[in-house]
């Protein structure tokens, strides 16, 4: 019987093990946190008695359907929560779970891993009390808390607003300092609208919701920096008619959208391409997902599009993966409705585009690479076009940029737009730092292997 | 086609090419170097950085001690860091034999004038207390040192381009032809030929297909010696920790990372350049690591991989001047163990192109000791290379 593995319990993840099983196939599915769920359905920790219906309000119903149906799925499959793979190699993905590492032969591999922050550096932001955007949401959904009393939810996402008024739900003082240029929004909303017109409604009642509450929004700023020593205690920003403010904060969520967490799929034989628009790269794969030799991505790890678009490539690539086992599948409507879903992304990615002439020209002084504790200067004292470094990797060679615990995950757009410009290559396709296993940290103590050495 | 000239072409620029590149330039020759990719990009930028001196094939000594000194003095010299720490080097023993192994080899070292220290139990424990109970006895050699590879080439190609050499990065050798007088005209993929009167190939695991087309075929094959790391600790260790067998070995970098390796290597596909860490191989050098040094079994890799290096069946490198084509010198193949040894190749084919010889003894890595097919002693070799390498790449 055929095996196969899907990594990530996220919708794109779950969406595509329900179907497969539902055609009878012995599905495996892996997930690196306890609970199944992903970014948007992300569960509260057990034992916690987190109000969702509080939380999530319109999306709470989305939130039940998933989990819902997840309780229908568990019992079908191979369900491995708490279980991180670190590599995949020669046909089996490298697995560590309750403290061990094992591998676990496929026959067809589908990665949904889903995205995570994309961080642009500005002064102040390895401050403690300043969290990517996604983190303060999660620290929200998962554990209940708030990063803060009086947070500062700044940068440029379509998730700024709704992360806002959750944080609002729970008693916390927030103010929006939104940095996307109002010219970009507004050019923006006709596509949205043909495109999407329930998610544009939904952006736009969110804005309302926080302005009818009263709380300080600001759109069209441009941020300077965030202070304080030894954690954040301000946001120092200048107003679209060039005053200049700061905020007084105890947090801050930080964010400029997401990227894709492409290094598995790089790891497993993916190549990747850049995408212009978004400037990031990510799997290369036809429009249902197939990356080719058994391989597929689905979700925001094949390309950012939000929970619903997750959960339709899940479909798609889990219905492509069965036709190329030489099973009849009819893929209707849904090639189009995905292709719909993205053209809306897109728009999106125009609207709150990731402020890459920003990043290119940051301030020597300022740290890059957090892990390493390197700065945009030392990133450019090593650049040159013969003998120093004359891209990305040599780069991260010549300084450690890059090659700290996160494996230039968080600094590896950043650090590619400063070497890039640097070398007066702005326009054209993005190096960017090579994969290699393990995705996340592996503890040395889980390699229970019998060896007869010495 | 434009044409560029030069006394002296070397095809590499790995720390063989550079080294070269520099002597040469130091001493007033004009030189052109040519590298595929950017200089110290492969092996020589991706290794464990170990200039380990005991436990060397003794007749390497001379040169080895002569690269040793270079190395003592390169940083001055070049103005540049390179992170070179003079830490000394732990041949650990884990078994009766091996304590038998480093006690022949402190005797046999200390003609060539290497002084290393046998520490008994005891002593080795005193020193490093954090080694596990499998450790029964240790060679001690202090002028052992290590260096951060990525730094070198860099700097040494900077250093030779300042003394006059014109090194060419991403420019690829895609021919050699010989004209009638015996000059080399080096063809490449980037509109411009190089002729010179000598030319040295410096091209690591890619070279052995240069030397077949003058007739001096070798059985050089490439593998991947296995590295890892950790997340940075704060400092325990100087020295390099070397399992005498080569099963495990580690030392802790300048910023605290633990960077790990250890025998067998693993097949990689020089063709396409990528290579990628089996992760069974991984695994084991993982519970080795815990088994050597217990107290590192909390840590967690951050990071794994290889390089493209290449190897000859006896692991001597292929060093010296080419047997058939006068002109034309070979260093390559360095068997895992070229970075010590690199700048006094460097010296010594400087020597040889300008001096027409060298005082420092290298007549046991002259390419025609393959003349007469040389069965490799597999059985040998079995801690060296996985299996898939023996079988598939290694002469019978
Ligand atoms: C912090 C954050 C908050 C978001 N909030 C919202 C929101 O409120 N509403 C909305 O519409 N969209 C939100 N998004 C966008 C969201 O990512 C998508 O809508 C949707 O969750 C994408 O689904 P997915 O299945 O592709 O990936 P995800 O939901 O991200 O799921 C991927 C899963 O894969 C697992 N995984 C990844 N790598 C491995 C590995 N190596 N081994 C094992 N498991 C692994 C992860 O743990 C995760 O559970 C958010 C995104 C982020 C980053
Ligand atoms: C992972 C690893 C760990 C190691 N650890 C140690 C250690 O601790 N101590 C030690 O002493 N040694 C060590 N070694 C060995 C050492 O790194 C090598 O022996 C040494 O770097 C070889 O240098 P090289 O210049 O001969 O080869 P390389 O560094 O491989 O350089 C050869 C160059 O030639 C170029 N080239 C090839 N073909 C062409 C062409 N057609 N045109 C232009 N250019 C071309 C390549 O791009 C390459 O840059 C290790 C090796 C590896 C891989």
Redesign the interface.
Known sequence: MTRIVVVGAGPAGVAAATLLVERGADVTLIEERAQPGGQVWRAPAPGLALDMDRLLRGDSEGFRRFHAGFAVLRPRIDWRPETLVWNVHGGTVQIVAGGAQQALPYDALLLATGATDRIAPIPGWTLPGVFALGGAQAVLKDQGCLIGREVVFCGSSPLLFLAAVQYARFGAAVTVLDTTPLGAKISAVPGLAASAPRQLAKGIGLMAALRRQGRPMHLGVTLLGFEGSGGVTGVRWRDARGVERVTACDAVAYGHGLRPESQLAEIAGASLRFDRLRRFHAPEADALGRCGNGLYVAGDGAAIGGAEAAEVSGRLAAMALLADRGESVEFGALPERLARLRRFQDGLARAFAWPHAQVAALADGVTVCRCEQITAGEVRAVLAPQLGAAEVNRMKAATRCGMGRCQGRYCGHAAAEITAAALGRADAPLDRLRAQPPVKPLPIASALVEDDWP | MSSVTADVGIIGGGLTGCATAYHLARRGARVVLLERG??G?QSS?VNFGNLRLQGRYLRQLPLALRAQRLWEELEAEIGESVEFSQTGHVLAA??PA?VAEIETHAVDCKPYGLDVEILDRRETLRRWPFLGE?VIGSSWSPRDATVNS??VC?AL??AA?RHGAD????VSVTAVEQAAGGAFRVVTDQGFVLDCGHLVNAAGAWAAPLAAQFGEEVPAFAAGPVQMV???LPRFLDPVIH?V?G??LFRQTA?GNVLIAGHPRVPVDAESRRT?????K???N??????IAPF??????????TGIEGYLPDMLPVFGPSRTTPGLLHAFAFCGHGLQIGPAVGAVLAELILDGGTQTPIGDFAIDRFRTPMAADKAKLKHEFDMEILDRKMPN
Do not use: C, S, Y
């Open positions: 950017f200089v990009a930028g884990v078994t091996h499998i990525r730094l860099p190609a900077r381009r090194i060419r990065e991403q950790t997340e940075p399992a067998d099963g495990i910023r990628r860490v089996p992760p069974q991984a695994t084991i993982m519970a080795r690591l815990a088994k590192l079994r909390t840590q967690n890799i951050i990071r794994m991989w």
